[in-house]
C-alpha cells in the first residue's frame, strides 16, 4: 500500500516569493492533517480536513496561508509571500477519520528554506 | 506549562540495555496515546499506539500507560544502534483526532 505522497521535498526561495505544497494522502484515508515542524520540536497542526471540508484551521496564518483539499483527495498547502520565519518542514498526514483512536501516517515532508 | 511534555535528551543506552523514555501530558480528557520514531532528516514514523492503562508490547517495544497520573512511557528492549532517533511522544486531546506532541527525547544506542 503507498504510503502518504508528498511533494516537493526540498524548496529553496527568495523571501516575498510564493510557495506550494503538494500531498496524496493513504487511499481510503478522509482526514488530511497539514503539520510544520521546526528543528528540535514536534509537529504543530496548521489545518485539519475531513474530506473536503476544513474542519479545523485555527493554528492557520491566515494572512499568508491558504490551503485546499478540492475533491476530497489531495490537497495543497500555499504561502505567499513567505518569510524567513517560514523556514521548516512541512509535514502531511493522513488518518481513516477524525475518530481519536485513527492512527496518523506521515508523509516524507517538504524542507522549504526561506532565503 | 507545556501540553505535552518529554525529556529532550540525549538518553545514551548501551546496546543490548532497555531504553525507557517517559512523556507526561496535561489534559485528563486525552484519550489516545502515540509514539512516534523519527529519524534525522526524516518524517515520524508510528511504532506504538496505546488507549488503556496498562502496557502493550509490539515486538521489542512497550508502551505504557498511567492515566491517572498523566503519563505515557515507552520501553525500547534490547536497544539496537538502529533505534537511535529522536522519539516523539503524541497525545489526542479531543474527539476530533488533534495530536498534541511533545518535542522528543533523543535517544542514542552505542555499540
Known amino acids: 500500500e503507498a504510503g502518504v505522497v508528498q511533494s516537493p521535498r526540498y524548496k529553496i526561495i527568495e523571501k516575498k516569493q510564493p510557495v506550494a505544497f503538494w500531498c496524496n494522502p493513504i487511499?481510503?484515508?478522509?482526514?488530511l492533517y497539514w503539520y510544520l515542524q521546526n528543528l528540535g520540536q514536534g509537529p504543530e497542526l496548521l489545518i485539519r480536513?475531513?474530506?473536503?471540508?476544513?474542519?479545523?484551521d485555527s493554528q492557520l496564518p491566515k494572512d499568508r496561508f491558504s490551503a485546499e483539499r478540492l475533491k476530497g483527495v489531495d490537497s495543497t498547502l500555499k504561502i505567499q509571500p513567505a518569510e524567513l520565519g517560514d523556514s521548516a518542514v512541512y509535514l502531511c498526514a493522513s488518518s481513516l477519520g477524525l475518530d481519536p483512536y485513527n492512527e496518523q501516517f506521515f508523509g516524507p515532508g517538504t524542507r522549504l528554506t526561506v532565503l | 506549562q507545556k501540553e505535552v511534555e518529554q525529556n529532550s535528551g540525549p538518553l545514551s543506552v548501551p546496546e543490548g540495555a532497555i531504553a525507557s523514555l517517559n512523556c507526561t501530558y496535561s489534559d485528563r480528557g486525552s484519550q489516545s496515546f502515540f509514539w512516534y520514531r523519527q529519524y534525522s532528516g526524516k518524517s515520524p514514523e508510528l511504532i506504538m499506539s496505546i488507549y488503556s492503562n496498562g502496557d502493550k508490547e509490539d515486538g521489542r517495544f512497550t508502551a505504557q500507560l498511567n492515566k491517572a497520573s498523566q503519563y505515557v512511557s515507552l520501553l525500547i528492549r534490547d536497544s539496537q544502534p538502529s533505534d537511535s532517533a529522536t522519539y516523539l511522544c503524541?497525545?489526542?486531546?479531543?474527539?476530533?483526532?488533534?495530536?498534541?506532541f511533545g518535542a522528543g527525547t533523543q535517544v542514542v544506542v552505542t555499540p
Open positions: 480536513y475531513e474530506n473536503e471540508e476544513a474542519v479545523d
Open positions: 487511499s481510503g484515508h478522509n482526514t
Open positions: 503524541a497525545v489526542n486531546k479531543g474527539s476530533w483526532g488533534k495530536l498534541q
